[in-house]
């Protein structure tokens, strides 16, 4: 699809509908990361803007997987709710990367 000329949002908008995809795993496969290298993506940007500064954070895949499908289908929300700590640095890690 890059081939063709399309962003990454274009591409996380065809994955969302053609997969059904929720948006936070549309944008991950738009970059064309596995949940383990997104996780190091994350992990590795919140040590360099300062809110790890110990380089500990515990982004793993599974938890990222369990972010990405909140709230899931059902009725109820299911999953791991995503927190602002995890949101914000996700959002900006995936808008830098795109340029």
Aim: net charge positive; charged share 25%.
């Amino acid at each position: 699809m890059r081939g063709l000329g399309l962003g990454h949002r274009e591409i996380a908008a065809e994955f969302g509908r053609r997969c059904r995809l929720r948006p936070r795993a549309a944008w991950r496969e738009a970059h064309g990361w596995s949940l383990r290298e997104a996780a190091a993506q994350i992990n590795a940007y919140t040590g360099t803007v300062g809110l790890d500064p110990g380089g500990i954070s515990s982004m793993t895949a599974p938890h990222l997987c369990e972010h990405e499908n909140w709230p899931g289908p059902g009725p109820r929300p299911s999953g791991r709710r995503p927190s602002p700590y995890f949101a914000g640095p996700a959002r900006l890690r995936l808008r830098l990367h795109r340029r």
